[in-house]
């Protein structure tokens, strides 16, 4: 069976890969932080930046109930959600070109995020992504968060797709290595962090040549 002929996914992250809200984020932290009496600042904003909000808001308040680690980062996404829905977000460059792409040739798609279920639809009805993802992996399918394998596990499981026939579009040094450890390749934009180690890096996705997706499956057969 050839590359084309098999079933194949492209899994997405989102911060950082198909947009950039990092802004948001922050906005959003700073205030669910400060109703709760705690001043964040950028330094301990960019070590967390993609983490899950439950071992976050532990490192911040060890002393909280489940209850309470819950409700903060429920005013955290609600008021990120807001945001999002008023002041728009847009693609990266290169996704949309990619997305369309990899549509065209028959790929399945799936958004696969440590984000709450509810953003990842917001940010995919915001930008009009409907058409694009017939699955999506979020918090809520998973119990450990990245580098662990699990979110990139569930959405091929979801798509019907063999890891081995995955590519995992990521931009954070512990997404690529969730993609090594789901034995799936990976393309890094180096949009968020300095070093990234995948298959491919690239500043941005508009910078992919045009067989990058199938050349990175071909090379996976070759190494079976």
Known sequence: MTTRERKRAALWDVDGTLIDSREYHWLSWQGALAAEGFEVTPEQFADSFGRRNDEILRGYFPAYSSDDITRVGEAKEVEYRRLVREQGIDLLPGVRRWLDRLRAEGWRQAVASSAPRANLEVIVEALGLGGYFAAVAAAEDVTEGKPDPQVFLVAAAKLGVEPGNCVVVEDAP??????????????????SHGEL????????????????????????????
């Open 174 to 191: 512990a997404g690529t290595e969730a993609a090594r450890r789901a034995r799936m390749r990976s393309v890094g934009v180096l949009s």
């Open 197 to 224: 180690t995948a298959d491919i890096v690239v500043r941005t996705l508009a910078e992919l040549p045009d067989t990058a997706f199938d050349d990175l499956l071909k090379e996976s057969e070759t190494t079976r």
